[in-house]
Nanobody, 116 residues
Framework: VQLVESGGGLVQPGGSLRLSCAAS????????MRWVRQAPGKGLEWVSE????????SYADSVKGRFTISRDNAKNTLFLQMNGLKPEDTALYYC??????????WGQGTQVTVSS
């Protein structure tokens, strides 16, 4: 199993970024997927989840209405569109494969920094 995130960077408050996660080594279309993040000095925070078909999504209250999770099962890729970014969104963002109430695999992360 391999999950490789990309798309992070430095953006001004109010800006947008689109994160991608390329999945391989498993049947991507069979698994719920999640985005989680870790801000400096803090623990892991669940951000969003999408079911295997992409038809059902859920979000943390802190990102609801600003972030959109999606997936392309034909390309084994997970996305996170982030709009209206705030400094408190600064974190290392990971995609993760859902397992039970948690996750069993995650990538190396992509850094998102929101600063003027």
């Amino acid at each position: 199993v391999q999950l490789v995130e990309s798309g992070g960077g430095l953006v001004q408050p109010g800006g947008s970024l689109r994160l991608s996660c390329a999945a391989s080594g498993f049947t991507f279309s069979s698994y719920y997927m999640r985005w989680v993040r870790q801000a400096p000095g803090k623990g892991l925070e669940w951000v969003s989840e999408i079911n295997s078909s992409g038809g059902t999504t859920s979000y943390a209250d802190s990102v609801k209405g600003r972030f959109t999770i999606s997936r392309d099962n034909a390309k084994n890729t997970l996305f996170l569109q982030m709009n209206g970014l705030k400094p408190e969104d600064t974190a290392l963002y990971y995609c993760a494969r859902k397992y039970g109430s948690g996750y069993d695999y995650w990538g190396q992360g992509t850094q998102v920094t929101v600063s003027s």
